[in-house]
Nanobody
Framework: QVQLVESGGGLVQAGGSLRVSCAASGIIFSMDPMYWYRQAPGKQREGVAGITAGGTTYYTDSVKGRFTISRDNSKNTVFLQMNSLKPEDTAVYYC?????????WGQGTQVTVSS
């Protein structure tokens, strides 16, 4: 079955950097678009970044220029490099794959940015 496992979250000071990873199994990873979402306390889950099978990337406006999504098809892994972090980036970060017309989610990883 499809499984997504995130890792790499943690606590960082404002202005710092973190890289979160999402390892996928149960899919032909290179063929599916991958996405990062986040959910802050009391807020709806929002899309942060996406990357197509061909490597085209998309970002929400609030992270453009600070976050970079990438994928390593040899490792079935998608990454989100987060630089110049702000307290408002604090959230649980989730990866998602759309496979066979269905959404599959990981369990999430907490990112906390202190001011």
């Amino acid at each position: 079955q499809v499984q997504l496992v995130e890792s790499g979250g943690g606590l960082v000071q404002a202005g710092g950097s973190l890289r979160v990873s999402c390892a996928a199994s149960g899919i032909i990873f290179s063929m599916d678009p991958m996405y990062w979402y986040r959910q802050a306390p009391g807020k709806q889950r929002e899309g942060v970044a996406g990357i197509t099978a061909g490597g085209t990337t998309y970002y929400t406006d609030s992270v453009k220029g600070r976050f970079t999504i990438s994928r390593d098809n040899s490792k079935n892994t998608v990454f989100l490099q987060m630089n110049s972090l702000k307290p408002e980036d604090t959230a649980v970060y989730y990866c998602k794959v759309v496979h066979g017309g269905e959404d599959y989610w990981g369990q999430g990883t907490q990112v906390t940015v202190s001011s």
